[in-house]
């Protein structure tokens, strides 16, 4: 299979940071991607990694280690609005563009 | 641009009865997908067209899925029967791949209710 694993939910307080772990398997290892679903909401586009390292957009950055199978969402100065569900998803080759998306980790801000 | 468009929003049937579920993408991309979303699996792709062209229908429960892209801008995911564990989200995506990348963008989905 092609599994993806992440946390189910997490709690973080208000400006503080917060980081979200994925793992997946390493065969066939294309691209990771991660979006950012609100409550009732669709999925939206947060970050792309297909090389090692780490990709910075504001508050929020994203890792990658392809060796490990291993990437991370860091979220920094946590607002309430980020309260919502992360989906960590890999593209895998073989199976076109088609991407695989782990079942999301909800996190919670809190005061 | 309006985004990836479905309709419709809110769907509620009864059980044996056909659901027609539909989509317009981004004007320009060029794949299309079908994600079906529930609390217990997740976001699930049930079936991806490239240039209306179906390339996977793996995902696709069984023989009572059917999809349709009869062409680049409308794209048609139906369910006859429908039965209760149908009752998820669905979501209609599409994407256009630039330097490596291939974002997709998500519809606002349809919440279907089979009773």
């Known amino acids: 299979g092609q599994n993806i694993d992440q946390p189910t939910e997490m709690t973080a307080t208000e400006g503080a940071i917060v980081q979200i772990n994925c793992t997946y398997q390493?065969?066939?290892?294309?691209?990771l991607f991660w979006y950012q679903q609100h409550a009732g909401e669709a999925p939206t586009f947060l970050s792309y990694?297909?090389?090692?390292g780490l990709e910075e957009k504001g508050r929020f950055s994203s890792f990658l280690s392809r060796s490990k199978g291993y990437s991370y969402l860091l979220l920094k100065e946590l607002q309430m609005k980020d309260s919502a569900s992360y989906l960590c998803?890999?593209?895998?080759?073989?199976?076109?563009?088609?991407?695989?998306f782990g079942t999301g980790t909800q996190l919670k801000v809190e005061l | 641009d309006a985004g990836v468009i479905q309709s419709p929003r809110h769907e509620v049937t009864e059980m044996g009865q056909e659901v027609t579920l539909r989509c317009k993408p981004i004007s320009g991309h060029n794949s299309l997908f079908w994600y079906r979303q529930t609390m217990m699996r997740g976001l699930e792709l049930l079936i991806y067209f490239n240039n209306n062209v179906p390339i996977d229908d793996s995902g696709m429960p069984e023989d009572r899925f059917s999809a349709k892209m009869p062409n680049a801008s409308f794209s048609t995911l139906k369910i006859q029967p429908s039965e209760p564990r149908d009752s998820a989200v669905y979501f209609c995506a599409s994407s256009i791949r630039t330097g490596g990348e291939e974002k997709l963008f998500f519809g606002s989905g349809t919440q279907l209710s089979v009773l």
């Open positions: 998803a890999v593209l895998f080759t073989g199976g076109g563009n088609k991407l695989t």
């Open positions: 990694n297909v090389l090692d």
């Open positions: 390493t065969s066939g290892f294309n691209g």
